[in-house]
């Protein structure tokens, strides 16, 4: 192994392991907000995926269509359109966020928003072709039963906000074109390792990169778990009964 890289993976290992201040403040930033766009889009995008499971209407298919398109969404697109919206000539220019935090959060909640909503919409969908009708037997509403199931199937909500969660936390294009990447302002893990290594900072770039490999496989251990925890619950009781309707 070259000296020079060895020495640089010893320096980062030791800037994780005795938690570098720097290092800590661009983690903590990144999974506030993260973290914080995904409750958002969560918010919004269970909702919605759940509405539009149940929902018929002219052009159904058509939005079906379109919001999984939006899977595939470039995050620099959508960078490059909430810079236009929080810019000093757009619409909201006058909150006068962009550069911050605050716009890192929006243009992350857009980008995940689709995710969250395309696969809430599949898991009720599904759930709705085995349960609805016992559920409009009871008489619940189309909508009602949306929000039933998705309370039944609250296990693999959990595994939907986790994708999101690592769709968000990996990013970096939207967040690097409305935050700036501002040292001690708007750096994030993503961001500040382009910039450490195009600047020839190894040492950090690595550490931010273990840490990001970190979380991104506690996510993805998580996710097994929780969908191991599903299946053992489903195995143990196939015939679940369903949330009484209102």
Same mark, same amino acid.
């Given at each position: ?13 030791? /800037? ?22 995904c409750v958002l889009a969560a918010g919004?995008?269970? *909702? ?22 939006? /899977? ?11 810079? /236009? ?23 992350? *909640? ?24 016992? /559920?409009?037997?009871?008489?619940? $509403? ?81 996710i097994a778990l929780v969908q191991r ?7 143990? $009781? ?9």
């Amino acid at each position: 192994m070259n000296e020079g890289f060895g020495a640089a993976l010893s320096t980062a290992w030791s /800037l994780v392991i005795g938690f570098d201040a720097r290092l800590a403040q661009i983690v903590g930033l990144s999974l506030g907000i993260s973290s914080l766009s995904c409750v958002l889009a969560a918010g919004v995008g269970m *909702t919605a995926g759940a509405w539009l499971a149940v929902a018929r209407f002219p052009g159904h298919r058509t939005l079906v269509a379109v919001l999984n398109t939006l /899977l595939a969404l470039p995050s620099v697109v959508v960078g490059l359109a909430v810079y /236009l919206l929080l810019s000093r000539a757009g619409p909201l220019g006058s909150l006068g966020i962009l550069f911050t935090p605050a716009a890192m959060v929006i243009a992350q *909640t857009v980008l995940v928003l689709p995710v969250v909503a395309a696969l809430t919409r599949q898991l009720v969908a599904d759930a709705w072709h085995g349960n609805g009708e016992q /559920l409009r037997s009871m008489g619940a $509403a189309p909508f009602t039963a949306a929000l039933l199931l998705l309370v039944h199937e609250r296990l693999a909500l959990v595994t939907i906000a986790l994708t999101a969660f690592g769709r968000a936390i990996s990013e970096v294009g939207a967040v690097m074109i409305v935050g700036g990447n501002i040292d001690g302002v708007t750096r994030v893990m993503t961001t500040a390792i382009a910039l450490e290594t195009s600047k020839g900072d190894l040492p950090l770039a690595l550490g931010l990169g273990f840490v990001l490999l970190a979380v991104v496989g506690a996510i993805n251990a998580l996710i097994a778990l929780v969908q191991r925890r599903q299946g053992t619950h489903e195995a143990a $009781a196939p015939a679940a009964a369903l949330p009484a309707a209102a």
